[in-house]
């Protein structure tokens, strides 16, 4: 297989080099440091004490790539615009196009979900550029349940978690489905095929929509929000809007607030990823994470208060450290 990587961090490394690794075709396009280290000596993983590495075609020039046969997107939210016009000449009529990333993607609403029409999200692609870019029906719905972040150019360090769960955008079982489950599978990944890849990406948002932005704000890790009585109320009034929002489009919340914070407790005292942005001076995702809820909670009639204010704390400070 000829397999592409739009986005050389830590996920795109992770599944990028593991996928080299079994003899695939894999090529990245890449810029910077990144580029240079990945052409000096290869692309490198730690993973359990162990050190890996693949050779990979990398180039800042997608034309050079050419058409993949599977294309992963592993960008941030804010850069995926640029992204999805770049990677134009690596996608092809039979491409499979993966995006795996936080929060609420620009296709979520694009067949409809509900009683909902098809709608675009204006606050994820407000002019359509990333929908124009890539074809609705070349998306493999992807949730990644991995931890993994970039030592150095280059070098991606593998944390913790393997699990990619992939599904069609329309909720169907298909021949390329379970191809490139088996893909990933002999990756070494453990994968789950979805019926349902919208009240996956919806499950996942629903867990980390409050912690990253809050840490963020205050600089503070899990515990620490978790531990803090009224900040622990108002992350749960958060999640209720958030099950709430979901039953209305099919992506109903069978635990409760409180169990889902439970697991975070469980992982100890960590930084979540966009506090790790916003200490790196990184844009943050706040409207993958906040604003397309907001906007679909709007949608289907939904009051939101508390993320309201959530969004807009969130979107001020961003703002205030020139990340938004």
């Known amino acids: 297989m000829k397999i592409g990587i739009v986005g050389a961090g830590a996920i795109g490394g992770i599944t990028g080099i593991s996928l080299a690794r079994r003899a695939h075709t894999v090529s990245v396009l890449a810029r ?24 990979i075609a990398g ?3 997608p034309e050079k790539l050419g058409v993949q046969d599977i294309l992963l997107i592993a960008v941030k939210g804010p850069a995926l615009s640029d992204a999805a016009r770049a990677a134009r000449p690596m996608i092809g009529p039979q491409t499979i196009i993966i995006p795996a990333m936080n929060g609420v993607p ?3 609403l694009l067949s409809g979900r509900g009683s909902l029409r098809p709608t675009p999200l204006n606050s994820v692609d407000p002019d359509g550029t990333i929908a124009g870019a890539i074809p609705q029906e070349s998306v493999l719905g992807c949730v990644v ?3 993994a972040r970039s030592g150095a150019p280059g070098v991606i360090v593998h944390q913790a978690g393997n699990r990619l769960i992939l599904g069609e955008t329309n909720g169907t079982q298909t021949a390329r489905l379970e191809m490139t489950a088996d893909l990933f599978e002999d ?5 789950v095929q979805s019926e349902n890849i919208h009240r996956d990406i919806w499950y996942k948002l629903w867990g980390n929509m409050t912690m990253n932005p809050i840490s963020a704000i205050a600089g503070a890790t899990s515990d620490r929000i978790i531990d803090d009585e009224l900040v622990h109320g108002f992350v749960l009034r958060v999640m209720a809007e958030a099950a709430k929002i979901g039953k209305r489009i099919g992506c109903e919340i069978r635990e409760s ?6 697991i975070s407790r469980r992982m ?11 200490e790196a001076g990184r844009p943050l995702e706040i409207d993958q994470l906040l604003a397309a809820p907001r906007e679909i909670a709007q949608l ?16 001020l400070y961003a703002r205030s450290h020139g990340l938004y």
């Open 268 to 278: 100890g005292a960590f930084k979540t990823s966009m506090l790790q942005d916003a």
């Open 32 to 55: 910077g440091q990144t580029l240079a280290a990945i052409r000096a000596r290869g692309w490198m993983l730690e993973r359990n004490g162990e050190c890996l590495k693949a050779d």
């Open 59 to 61: 180039s800042d020039d």
């Open 300 to 315: 289907v009639g939904v009051p939101t208060p508390n993320l309201d204010a959530l969004l807009g704390l969130a979107r």
């Open 187 to 191: 990756a070494g990944f453990e994968v």
């Open 106 to 108: 620009w296709w979520f």
């Open 257 to 262: 607030g409180e169990e889902r914070i439970g």
């Open 145 to 147: 349940h991995l931890s």
